[in-house]
């Protein structure tokens, strides 16, 4: 009988100012740990979030033939709690995490958390490459241009690995299909490699803030980034390219162009949960 483990993950477990162990429990007993690696003898190892801060451990683990399972969907866990009238601390969320059906885990591989790493490595060189344009229009160049330039060509090339990697990913191919684009759009590949798709698509607007005037800015901020940067990519394909999908074709010919790109933005995540559910009917019925 395999021996599993459930784990309150921290960001700080390592050290700084805050720092705040993992919490564990094992069915028997409740205990602390700095690193993720000293559970190396339990066969299933399940956490209710994967901070990046962790990779490294949960990678060492994997290789060591470790199984790590995260929580699909964190709601889950304050819904339990939520049941039995229990605040939330760091005790009581690993033991409620034992008592939570193993489908609503997701197992973790060595690819899911090498995209990760290549998808915050695009993200930053994103956001730095900004930075430098504006202090380069403030006259700050200091031959600024050149660096760059060189930012840009390393950014094309975490894309392009980001692409290889989801290619063959059944989702990202079925939404390729269903939009009427070619398989080569980043901003497609990190929404199918991130959006937890399996939840209702009301619960997919509230994470990305797609609700205008509710969110109050407490939403997925880097996500949201990038269904923007597709809407307005498929935007642009819809007036060009005869293939891409009719829906989205008719919002930009009978709309102007913001309200075209928050319906685009909401046709997105409807064609992305389509392309999930069809990719999974065939492993459903194997």
Same mark, same amino acid.
């Given at each position: 009988?395999?021996?599993? #483990?459930?784990? *309150?993950?921290?960001?700080?477990?390592?050290?700084?100012?805050?720092? /705040?162990?993992?919490?564990?429990?094992?069915?028997?007993?409740? +205990?602390?740990? @700095?690193?993720?690696?000293?559970? $190396?003898?339990?066969?299933?190892?399940?956490? *209710?979030?994967?901070?990046?801060?962790?990779?490294?451990?949960?990678?060492?683990?994997?290789?060591?033939?470790?199984? #790590?399972?995260?929580?699909?969907?964190?709601?889950?866990?304050?819904?339990?709690?939520?049941?039995?009238?229990?605040? =939330?601390?760091?005790? &009581?969320?690993?033991?409620?995490? @034992?008592?939570?059906?193993?489908?609503?885990?997701?197992?973790?591989?060595?690819? *899911?958390?090498? &995209?990760?790493?290549?998808?915050?490595?695009?993200?930053?060189?994103?956001?730095?490459?900004?930075?430098?344009?504006?202090?380069?229009?403030?006259?700050?160049?200091?031959?600024?241009? *050149?660096? &760059?330039?060189?930012? =840009?060509?390393? /950014?094309? @090339?975490?894309? =392009?690995?980001?692409?290889?990697?989801? @290619?063959?990913? !059944?989702?990202?191919?079925?939404?390729?299909?269903?939009?009427?684009? $070619?398989?080569?759009?980043?901003?497609? !590949?990190?929404?199918?490699?991130?959006?937890?798709?399996? %939840?209702?698509? #009301?619960? %997919?607007?509230?994470?990305?803030?797609? +609700?205008?005037?509710?969110? =109050?800015?407490?939403?997925?901020?880097?996500?949201?980034?990038?269904?923007?940067?597709?809407?307005?990519?498929?935007?642009?394909? !819809? $007036?060009?390219?005869?293939?891409?999908?009719?829906? !989205?074709?008719?919002?930009?010919?009978?709309?102007?162009?913001?309200?075209?790109? +928050?319906?685009?933005?909401?046709?997105?995540? $409807?064609?992305?949960?389509?392309?999930?559910?069809?990719?999974?009917?065939?492993?459903?019925?194997?």
């Amino acid at each position: 009988m395999s021996r599993a #483990v459930f784990v *309150d993950t921290s960001r700080t477990a390592r050290g700084g100012k805050r720092r /705040k162990p993992h919490v564990c429990y094992d069915g028997k007993r409740i +205990f602390k740990i @700095s690193k993720l690696t000293k559970l $190396k003898d339990y066969d299933e190892i399940f956490i *209710d979030t994967l901070f990046p801060e962790i990779y490294d451990e949960i990678l060492q683990l994997l290789r060591r033939g470790n199984k #790590v399972y995260y929580l699909k969907d964190l709601t889950t866990l304050k819904r339990l709690r939520e049941r039995n009238n229990l605040k =939330k601390n760091d005790v &009581i969320d690993a033991t409620l995490l @034992s008592q939570i059906p193993k489908d609503c885990f997701r197992q973790l591989t060595e690819t *899911d958390l090498s &995209i990760d790493l290549l998808i915050r490595k695009y993200e930053l060189l994103t956001k730095r490459i900004v930075t430098l344009k504006h202090w380069v229009n403030d006259g700050w160049n200091y031959g600024l241009r *050149d660096v &760059i330039k060189l930012m =840009k060509k390393d /950014k094309r @090339s975490v894309a =392009k690995k980001i692409i290889e990697a989801v @290619s063959n990913n !059944a989702v990202y191919r079925k939404a390729c299909e269903l939009f009427g684009i $070619k398989r080569n759009s980043i901003e497609l !590949a990190i929404l199918v490699a991130k959006l937890p798709l399996h %939840l209702p698509l #009301v619960r %997919l607007r509230g994470l990305l803030g797609l +609700f205008p005037g509710r969110n =109050k800015g407490r939403y997925d901020h880097e996500l949201r980034r990038h269904v923007g940067n597709f809407a307005v990519n498929l935007y642009l394909n !819809a $007036k060009r390219f005869p293939n891409v999908l009719d829906e !989205a074709k008719e919002i930009v010919n009978s709309l102007p162009n913001n309200q075209a790109i +928050f319906r685009l933005e909401l046709l997105t995540l $409807k064609i992305l949960r389509k392309a999930y559910f069809e990719a999974m009917r065939p492993l459903a019925d194997e």
